[in-house]
Structure formats: C-alpha cells, structure tokens
C-alpha cells in the first residue's frame, strides 16, 4: 500500500513525531499510532490497473452514479450530458483522469453560483472537452489536483486527491453514448462512464 504523493512528506513527519514520543513518553503513544493508522488508511493509494478503452470517459472517482441527464456545462456554455457521482467515503480517494488529452484549464469558482468549486477542463486529441467538477462548500470537502494546464494526462491517470463524500460532476458531449445508470457503482480510472462517437 502506498500513501497520496501529496501527502507524503507529513506521513514521513507524523512516524517522526510518532518514533520521538514512544522514546520519551509511552502514556499518549497508544492515541498517536491510532491517529496515525487513520490517516495513513485515508490516504492510501492502491495501484490500479487501468485498462485501454478508447473513446471511453471513465469514472474520476470511486461512488456511485446519482443522475445521468442532459444539462448545460456552465464552465463551456455548450449542451452536455452531466454524470453525477457521488463519492465513496470508504474507498479510494483519488482522482483519476476521465479521458487522454491536454488539461486547459482549472476553475476554483463556479460560474454560476460563486460556490466553491474545483473544476477540470481536458481536451482530447480529437477535440472532444471533458469538464469535472467537486463540490467543495461543506468544511470537509478538500481536493487537490497535481497537474496544470497545458500539460497532459493518460485515461485513468491519477492526478489528485479529494477529501471523502465529494459530489462529482462531468460534463461530457452530449452525444456521448452514457453506459451507466443511477444507482451503479463505478471504481476510479476503470468504470466506463460513456462512450464517445466518432465517425
């Protein structure tokens, strides 16, 4: 098992403290290694294996589905089919990418309530824009993504972490064939999510 690359450095800090307080002090080492063995469990990384599935938007998250619908993508202003997800809070909580392609940009506000938001916008080699969001206003919603615009990213390729319980958005093509229904559970970076037509 790994940890979240973002969180590394504080895990290697936390056994640090952790190692000091069990030389000098064995009274609140037994709540230390507890907190400890929480955080690491949050911030597990399990390998996945990705499979190829071109033309395929995968799961950004693992959840399950709460709605499949047409919508208006607020970040394009473009028609769209929306997927929403709402995130396990026991699985794994990072963040893989829905299709290949160039991230273009990042979004910390949503355009249309001012809510506190994080938005990705990637493009494909075939122009096709995949826009996901996290609903990020309750105190516990956290994300973070590891990549900046203009670099690019592989389908199912981790590039974040997100706090448990996010709500998930992604606005796709609206002509994207949706291979999903509300109630299915999907895992990050496998679950085909839809699948867009070319041709």
Partial sequence: ???????????ILA???????????STVLWLGWVLWGVFVLLLRDFRRVIPAQPLAIVAVVDGHITAVKPALDPFLQR???????AQSSFGEFNIHSPIEGKIEQLWLRDPVNLRHILAVWIRSDEADDVVFTFDLHALHHRAIVSMQPGERIGQGQRCGFAAM????????????QATVKPGDKVKAGRAMLAKLKHG
Avoid: N, W
């Fill in 1 to 11: 098992m790994r940890i979240a690359h973002e969180f590394r450095t504080v895990t």
């Fill in 15 to 25: 056994t640090l403290v952790l190692i000091t307080l069990q030389i000098s002090s």
């Fill in 79 to 85: 028609p769209s089919l929306v997927c929403s997800i």
């Fill in 165 to 176: 319980g996010c709500e998930v958005k992604l606005y796709i093509p609206e002509d994207a």
